[in-house]
């Protein structure tokens, strides 16, 4: 029932600010590995992609040289890639496009638990784990410093 409430909230942008976003363990692309629920009490920006998708190209390097510099301090940013777990190529990727930020690898079931039904897709979540906002396909870089801002005054 959760997955289904939580489809409608993403499919008609209603508030979500109730729903706790699901917890996931994936290895980085240095086989660390990382844990939604180690990073209680951050503000985290977490951006569903693809290497095949041409909005990410050119939004992860927006978020990497608009957002990054800014916020790095204060939010958590990773970028969890959806369609290759082969770190040779997604650290060729990472560099090609422009950005450094920390790349999880994504699976079957992290994709499911966040409906990932294309990309890129951002998450925005507050200290407490809860979803602040969640953006669907590329978006103006302002979007996203209001919505963090907010997670951040929260």
């Known amino acids: 029932m959760k997955k ?6 993403v499919l008609f942008n ?25 990073l209680k009490n951050d503000v985290v920006l977490i951006t ?27 939010v958590k ?5 959806i369609d290759t777990d082969n770190v040779s190529k ?3 990727v990472k560099k090609e496009w422009g950005f450094s930020f920390p790349v999880l690898i994504g ?15 951002t998450y925005i979540i507050g200290k407490d784990n809860k979803i602040v906002k969640i953006f669907i396909g590329p ?8 919505a963090l801002e907010k997670a951040l005054k929260s």
């Not at 979500?16 to 629920?37: C, R, T, W």
């Not at 940013?77 to 890639?81: D, G, K, R, W």
């Not at 978006?139 to 209001?146: G, L, M, P, S, Y």
Request: glycine fraction near 2%; hydrophobic fraction near 40%.
């Open 4 to 9: 289904i409430i939580l489809l409608l909230f």
């Open 14 to 38: 209603l508030s979500y600010a109730e729903l706790k976003a699901p917890d996931f363990q994936l290895k980085d692309e240095d086989g660390k590995i990382v844990k939604l629920s180690d």
């Open 48 to 74: 569903f992609w693809a290497t095949t998708c041409h909005s990410c190209k050119k939004e992860l390097p927006e978020l990497q040289s608009k957002l990054y510099p800014i916020y790095k301090d204060k």
């Open 77 to 81: 940013f990773y970028a969890i890639v």
């Open 90 to 92: 997604i650290k060729q």
């Open 107 to 121: 699976n079957y079931e992290v994709m499911e638990k966040y409906r990932i039904i294309g990309t890129p897709i």
């Open 139 to 146: 978006q103006d870089i302002n979007k996203f410093k209001e």
